[in-house]
């Protein structure tokens, strides 16, 4: 069956770094596009990046442009997600998801993924 399994989060202080994971299984990683979304208490979850199945195109929310970098690895069945020069306002559970596409059309909309994981915790406080 389908899993997504993230990893890497943690407690960081205002402007460290953070790489998270997500471990797929269960489907063809190199056929699908991947998105990274997040969710703060009290909010929506919100999109905050994806990466085609070929890397060829990323997409980045407004707010994490130049400080998060999206990659993947489809050898490893793994995609990425680096976090610098993290904020307070970055604190969320982080959540990876299946596309349901090659491509990242519209990949801030929820409908557009097929399988979520169970999110990894990122908080940052100093």
């Known amino acids: 069956q389908v899993q997504l399994v993230e990893s890497g989060g943690g407690l960081v202080q205002p402007g460290g770094s953070l790489r998270l994971s997500c471990a797929a299984s269960?489907?063809?990683?190199?056929?699908?596009?991947i998105g990274w979304f997040r969710q703060a208490p009290g909010k929506e979850r919100e999109g905050v990046s994806c990466?085609?199945?070929?890397?060829?195109?990323?997409y980045y929310a407004d707010s994490v442009k130049g400080r998060f970098t999206i990659s993947r690895d489809n050898a490893k069945n793994t995609v990425y997600l680096q976090m610098n020069s993290l904020k307070p306002e970055d604190t969320a559970v982080y959540y990876c998801?299946?596309?349901?596409?090659?491509?990242?059309?519209?990949?801030?909309?929820?409908?557009?993924?097929?399988?979520w994981g169970l999110g990894t915790q990122v908080t940052v406080s100093s």
């Open positions: 990466i085609s199945r070929s890397a060829s195109s990323t």
């Open positions: 998801a299946k596309g349901r596409y090659s491509a990242c059309s519209g990949y801030g909309s929820r409908r557009n993924y097929d399988y």
């Open positions: 269960g489907f063809t990683l190199d056929y699908y596009a």
